[in-house]
């Protein structure tokens, strides 16, 4: 199985700042990897997939890239409404698709 | 717009029969693959499984196949996740959701509400 090892759990931020989360895959994989806003009580929500292609609708100071093992999703401008969890997610390996472990925004 | 209606949250006894649905609009019903992840404060999120309604095709997740059962009632344009035996593990939240397959990549762009799910004795 594909693991998707997410850094760091939590991360805490002032509005504005320049937030970037990590998530590292066990092996090579494709750019099949998709990113995911959760906050508290609500559904996940798709942001990003193929790596770095935006899902309409979401602001585009979510910026997704990498390859390999290594993927990142960077906020570029930190805004309060971004006080959340992010998981990360693969598909390099359908039907398994796997998510990361998940790492919480906070607001400084 | 689509939107994914879930059922009420369900309170069970260990050894007990599950079946959550999810209600769906007719154009997501026969265009769009359907299926479950489920979320535990233990394991994380976990996808589950799909389901293609026009022709009731399935792919489970390796981690549940024999474990649930994913279905369809086309008359009412619900998807259906039904768990025999249930444990204290099963005790999560469930979302249903659509699988969009974008070029070989495969991502959850749809989340219904939930259905949380507890189990207990």
């Known amino acids: 199985d594909i693991q998707m090892t997410q850094s760091p759990s939590s991360v805490s931020a002032s509005v504005g700042d320049r937030v970037t989360i990590t998530c590292r895959a066990s092996?090579?994989?494709?750019?099949?990897v998709a990113w995911y806003q959760q906050k508290p009580g609500k559904a996940p929500k798709l942001l990003i997939y193929?790596?770095?292609s935006l899902e309409s609708g979401v602001p585009s100071r979510f910026i997704g890239s990498g390859s390999g093992r290594d993927f990142t999703l960077t906020i570029s401008s930190l805004q309060p409404e971004d006080s959340a969890t992010y998981y990360c997610?693969?598909?390099?390996?359908?039907?398994?698709?796997?998510f990361g472990g998940g790492t919480k925004v906070e607001i400084k | 717009e689509v939107q994914l209606m879930q059922s009420g949250a369900e309170v069970k006894k260990p050894g007990e029969f599950l079946r959550i649905s999810c209600k769906v609009s007719?154009?997501?019903?026969?265009?769009?693959?359907i299926g479950w992840v489920r979320q535990t404060p233990g394991k994380g999120l976990e996808w589950m499984g799909i389901?293609?309604?026009?022709?009731?095709?399935?792919v489970y997740s390796p981690s549940f196949q024999g474990q649930v059962t994913i279905s369809v009632d086309k008359s009412v344009t619900t998807a259906y996740l039904q768990r025999t035996r249930l444990k204290a593990s099963d005790t999560a939240m469930y979302y249903c959701?659509?699988?969009?397959?974008?070029?070989?990549?495969?991502?959850?762009?749809?989340w219904g509400q939930g259905t949380l799910v507890s189990v207990s004795s």
């Open positions: 959701v659509t699988l969009r397959n974008d070029y070989g990549d495969h991502f959850f762009d749809n």
């Open positions: 007719e154009y997501t019903f026969t265009t769009r693959w």
């Open positions: 997610q693969q598909a390099n390996s359908f039907p398994l698709l796997t």
């Open positions: 193929a790596a770095s």
């Open positions: 389901i293609f309604p026009p022709d009731s095709g399935t």
């Open positions: 092996q090579v994989i494709s750019s099949w």
